[in-house]
């Protein structure tokens, strides 16, 4: 196995009833790169990531973090190595403020989350640490705003900064532009930019701009299974990548690369 791949699987499977929604999947993302996962919807990239993050068990294959076998892992066992995701929804607390949202996951580092019997001062300690992860995502002007009064691209780069506070080697973000108007999707582009120096990035998008822009490589799934990988000048023109890609998201394939 190459020491460079941060993450690799092997004949990755996931049924569901039968029903192939990953097939057979060898997937290796090279250590410090922005690796994006793409597809047509029903193309398995959550699941994917479900089974990377052990959120679901594969039905077949293997997956190795940093050359260890983890197919066996837990997920609190994977988070723990380093392998930390975000979701397609938005994910904070709401009616806390933007900073206690980041303390939270500092606590959850440092293995006191569930700490309740604390004073609010033993935990100041944290806010150094929190409003510096805040700064690094143009949060730290709303630290004291509670995180429900957040507009939604704000919400994103807060749960951005809460998995930062986790440390991870490898985040892995799901779907992190969805929703999300143009001014906002070029601020989280630059902020996934930022945010990717000193760890690797895995991403499933669906903004073939955003792809083009960030991504060192790129994975195409269909219909569970893996019709190509390279970088984007290399997937654009693949022919099976254009078949997958019909209508609009070949139009914004090759708008992308124009």
């Known amino acids: 196995m190459a020491n460079d791949f941060i993450i690799e699987t092997r004949g990755l499977t996931k049924e569901f009833n039968g029903f192939g929604a990953v097939c057979g999947v060898d997937l290796q993302v090279r250590q410090g790169q922005i690796h994006a996962l793409i597809g047509p919807n029903g193309a398995g990239k959550t699941t994917c990531f479900n089974l990377l ?32 995701r975000s979701f397609q929804m938005s994910a904070v ?13 500092l606590q959850r580092k440092l293995g006191t989350t569930f700490h309740f019997w604390k004073r609010e001062a033993t935990l100041a300690a944290l806010n150094p640490r929190a409003l510096q992860l805040l700064d690094a ?95 984007y000048a290399e997937v654009s023109k693949n022919p099976l990548v254009i078949e997958a890609y019909m209508g609009t998201a070949e139009a914004e394939l090759q708008g992308a690369q124009g």
């Open 93 to 105: 607390f709401p009616h806390l403020t933007v900073l206690e949202n980041v303390r939270i996951a």
């Open 53 to 84: 993050t052990k959120f679901l068990v594969p039905t077949r294959g293997r997956i190795f973090f940093k050359g260890d076998d983890i197919t066996a892992a837990r997920a609190a066992e994977v988070a723990r190595r380093g392998v930390v």
């Open 137 to 231: 995502v143009d949060l730290g002007a709303h630290a004291s705003v509670a995180a429900i009064e957040l507009p939604y691209g704000r919400k994103r780069a807060l749960e951005i900064a809460t998995t930062l506070a986790m440390e991870p080697e490898l985040m892995l973000l799901d779907e992190p532009t969805q929703g999300m108007g143009h001014e906002d999707v070029d601020k989280v582009t630059a902020l996934i930019k930022r945010a990717s120096t000193g760890r690797t990035v895995l991403m499933v998008e669906h903004n073939m701009n955003v792809v083009a822009t960030i991504a060192d490589t790129i994975t195409v799934l269909q219909h569970g299974r893996i019709i190509a990988s390279g970088t």
